[in-house]
């Protein structure tokens, strides 16, 4: 009689339709009444709440300032710092003028908080994760046997929810990291903030001055030379910003998840310690598998970054010629920070696979250097007055050769022609 009790129970018990996949766990323990109900609906309030696209970015600006919270006070710029910033964007502007034919981009200049980085930034992060979040998502739905997908039916829709919500948790988690290291808004090479807006986080730049063994104005000039370069190359450029997010997009696109990997690390997650899923995110648990595709991708993302900092390292190198002492070492301390990487700048890359650091950037310097001694620093600028101008990356080996024509697909004649054509022609409609 017991035996038949047994069979009428086994034949009642609901079968979890995520058995096998990387929710069985999770969703087990849920209906089997392991955890409680009312605190776990209370932690995934927010991560099934509606939003748009693959990834809840509302929950990541959330986790993105949690950590930085965490991570110690973050006090609003004061009317000295705003002041400072100000008058060293001021200064800055003046000494460009000299350096090159690319007017001000920037027409306000001030000081934010880290919370306000990523207040201001969050949009066009968006922009940038979207893509592979969108794959990662898919990655987990298609984890699911076509038999769980027939039971699961509306759940399927709640497990892409929990897959968006994952990944912008641990998109959070980094962009709370970055935001203690920046330095402004355009830092790692990307226009990120407001558009005219040169944007300089005071305590981001006294970290970086610390040991440096320069004065603390020093730092802030060069810190606003930098960013207010970058701001004349962008505005300059129509193309440049579409170049580089297309290049983050086409990463995205070649996004590969190894689902293996993520049902390994969610089948041993205890559903009841919601920080058991903030170490998971920590060790990269979406972290991408680097596919032919992507690497193409990086590379070109990598060469445009090289050139968009040795541009602004070669102009900010001569506003400053005999300006600013200081300078020199302060480019080398940059040079130094940009090809190394902070701590949560390296950890962006480890969980989202997506570097931004520019290796041959002494190269990309040396280019456009080398350019201005041949041809003048208006021929320097007069490049990136078009996508089909710009050196590739084969020049970084021989930037010598691109200043005398040696190595470009299009012979000398018809590069000096083009560019010539540019200088006369439309030369002055871009410093307008």
């Known amino acids: 009689m017991a035996d038949d009790d047994e069979a009428d129970h086994d034949r009642q018990e609901p079968q979890n339709p995520f058995a096998g996949t990387p929710m069985e766990q999770m969703f087990g323990a849920f209906s089997s009444g392991q955890v409680d109900m009312n605190q776990i609906m209370g932690q995934m309030q927010k991560m099934f709440a509606p939003h748009k696209g693959s990834v809840n970015f509302d929950l990541a600006k959330d986790v993105a300032r949690q950590t930085l919270a965490a991570a110690g006070p973050d006090p609003t710029p004061n009317s000295a710092q705003r002041g400072a910033v100000d008058d060293a964007a001021r200064l800055a502007e003046s000494w460009l003028d000299t350096a090159t034919s690319i007017p001000a981009g920037a027409t306000t200049a001030t000081a934010w908080s880290r919370a306000e980085w990523i207040e201001a930034t969050a949009g066009t992060w968006q922009q940038l994760v979207e893509p592979i979040a969108e794959h990662v998502v898919k990655a987990m739905s298609e984890a699911l046997p076509e038999e769980a997908k027939a039971m699961a039916g509306p759940l ?33 090479g990307l226009p990120l903030g407001t558009e005219r807006v040169a944007a300089v986080l005071p305590a981001g730049v006294e970290a970086f001055g610390e040991g440096l063994d320069q004065s603390a104005s020093d730092v ?13 190359l962008f505005q300059h450029s129509p193309w440049l910003r579409s170049a580089l997010v297309g290049a983050i997009e086409e990463y995205g696109r070649g996004t590969r998840i190894d689902v293996s990997a993520i049902e390994s690390q969610m089948r041993g997650l205890d559903p009841s310690r919601p920080e058991d899923i903030q170490e998971a995110l920590a060790g990269g648990m979406f972290e991408p598998e680097r596919t032919p595709e992507q690497q193409r991708a990086l590379d070109r993302l990598e060469t445009l970054l090289a050139f968009i900092e040795g541009w602004v390292d070669e102009v900010v ?14 480019a080398e301390a940059m040079r130094r920070r940009r090809a190394t990487g902070g701590p949560a700048e390296q950890t962006f890359a480890a969980l989202v696979g997506l570097e931004l650091r520019p ?5 990309a310097t040396s280019l456009w250097a080398a350019l201005r001694d041949r041809q003048g620093a208006d021929a320097r600028d007069a490049v990136w007055s078009h996508p089909d101008l710009m050196p590739v990356a084969s020049d970084l080996d021989d930037p010598l050769g691109f200043a005398q024509g040696e190595t470009r697909s299009q012979s000398d004649d018809d590069f000096d022609a083009a560019l010539g054509q540019l200088l006369d022609g439309n030369g002055g409609e871009s410093k307008e």
Not at 220 to 232: D, I, K, P
Not at 359 to 363: A, I, T, Y
């Open 220 to 232: 802030l000039l060069y810190v606003v030379l930098r960013e207010c370069a970058h701001h004349r």
């Open 359 to 363: 290796r041959k950037l002494r190269e």
């Open 317 to 330: 190198a001569q506003a400053t010629t005999g300006r600013m002492p200081a300078a020199a070492p302060l």
């Open 156 to 188: 399927l829709g709640m497990l892409s929810q929990a897959g968006g919500a994952m990944f912008g948790q641990q998109v959070g988690q980094a962009l709370g990291g970055l935001a203690g290291e920046v330095l402004s808004s355009t830092d790692i």
